[in-house]
């Protein structure tokens, strides 16, 4: 019974049908926030919210059968059972703000679908990689914030106060930089109207930022996919190179006596004809 419910949750026709429902789901969780489609169809739009959380509980009910205390071996066994749980806590009085939670039912589809699960499994595996990054982003922030203070920060004008009148002006400043936003008409030109040479600090600091850090991250995180795919290959493993179940040690019993009756009949055949 078991391996049949395990059959089941694992077919892909049961997998489709439940990232159908989570699309469907997301669309009505949508139009929930509509008002005139609340005051028009709302009690039904609720009817089926609730039919969606019993089936995915009751998907979840099943894994637990099929799989038993294995269940609680996958992560993303635990993910879906946090959203689902989340789903059922009430959501009336001080609570009510809880219903919002129940978008995160969407979130299943990264559990549900295997390429959305490798991308945030190959992003699980960039931390590390990403933190170092992050690091070496740190120290070039706040040695930038310093000097940008002591280089522009000490001008009375009101703009470099602003901007640069303490570290944290200047981090913050800087941080709108390395994302370009409005970085050469809002900050660098006016800067330069009072420190003409001020592009000199300002394209470097653009150059390593946003340009080599940026390639960093894409680097550590393409690296990363390719690790995580590596890893699920050898997870699933090939078909040929599993262990014999005991099914296909039955089988090949089975086809070693046929084999032996047929030598048998053959050899006494020969003897006849001898």
């Known amino acids: 019974m078991r391996n049949a419910v395990r059959h089941l949750v694992e077919h892909p026709y049961f997998t489709g049908f439940i990232t159908l429902l989570i699309l469907v789901n997301a669309v009505t969780l949508g139009m929930?926030?509509?008002?005139?489609?609340?005051?028009?169809?709302?009690?039904?739009?609720?009817?089926?919210?609730?039919?969606?959380?019993?089936v995915f509980t009751a998907e979840l009910a099943l894994k637990f059968y099929a799989y038993r205390f294995s269940f609680f071996k996958s992560g993303w066994n635990w993910f879906d059972l946090i959203i689902v749980g989340v789903a059922w806590i009430p959501a009336s009085g001080n609570l009510s703000v809880m219903r919002a939670l129940r978008v995160l039912r969407v979130l299943r589809l990264i559990?549900?679908?295997?390429?959305?699960?490798?991308?945030?499994?190959?992003?699980?595996?960039?931390?590390?990689?990403m933190i170092s990054v992050v690091g070496v982003l740190g120290l070039i922030f706040y040695v930038s914030s310093v000097l940008a203070t002591r280089l522009f920060g000490m001008h009375p004008d009101p703009n470099m106060q602003e901007w640069f009148g303490s570290i944290s002006a200047s981090a913050y400043t800087l941080f709108q930089i390395m994302t370009l936003e409005s970085w050469s008409m809002g900050v660098v030109r006016p800067t330069m109207e009072l420190f003409p040479w001020a592009w000199a600090f300002f394209l470097p600091f653009i150059i390593i930022t946003s340009f080599a850090v940026l390639n960093f991250f894409i680097g550590i995180i393409v690296d990363s996919m390719q690790i995580a795919q590596k890893l699920e290959a050898e997870e699933e493993g090939n078909p040929h190179d599993q262990p014999a179940t005991r099914h296909d040690i039955q089988q090949l019993m089975i086809k070693i006596e046929a084999l032996e009756t047929m030598t048998k009949e053959m050899q006494k055949q020969s003897g006849m004809q001898g």
Do not use: C, K, N, W
């Open 111 to 129: 559990s549900v679908v295997p390429q959305m699960r490798r991308v945030i499994s190959a992003i699980g595996h960039s931390i590390p990689g």
């Open 32 to 54: 929930e926030t509509d008002q005139q489609i609340m005051a028009s169809i709302g009690p039904q739009l609720h009817a089926f919210d609730t039919a969606v959380l019993l």
